[in-house]
């Protein structure tokens, strides 16, 4: 595993998801740390957007929950392209090993 690509974050195949020794506990613990961040993050913007940007006629609630739909939808989003380039890397690491 390169530790230059942030794919190895998002990865959530059942292989190395527990730690099993070897210094691994680290990377167990900042994984749910940046995605825990990365959550809050999304969270907090909605919030931003709904004191900010939200009309005086329309209710704070449903321009938070729109602005914090899309930060998911976007959110998923790049999930599915972590894991489509960790998918390609495993497919161009197993043809070339």
């Keep these: 595993m390169d530790m230059n690509d942030i794919d190895w974050v998002f990865d ?3 292989e190395d998801t527990i730690p ?4 691994s506990w680290w ?3 900042l ?3 940046v995605i825990g961040s990365i959550l809050g993050c999304l969270g907090a913007i909605s919030f931003a957007v709904t004191c900010f940007l939200h009309p005086r006629d329309v ?4 321009v938070f929950a729109v602005a914090m739909g899309v930060m998911i939808a976007l959110f ?6 972590m894991t489509y380039r960790r998918a ?3 497919n161009n690491d197993s ?3």
């Design 20 to 23: 099993k020794g070897d210094g």
């Design 59 to 62: 209710a704070p609630e449903l």
């Design 95 to 97: 043809r070339s090993g």
């Design 27 to 29: 990377r167990w613990g």
């Design 88 to 90: 390609v890397r495993q």
């Design 76 to 81: 998923s989003i790049f999930l599915v392209w």
């Design 31 to 33: 994984k749910y740390w």
């Design 12 to 14: 959530t195949s059942r």
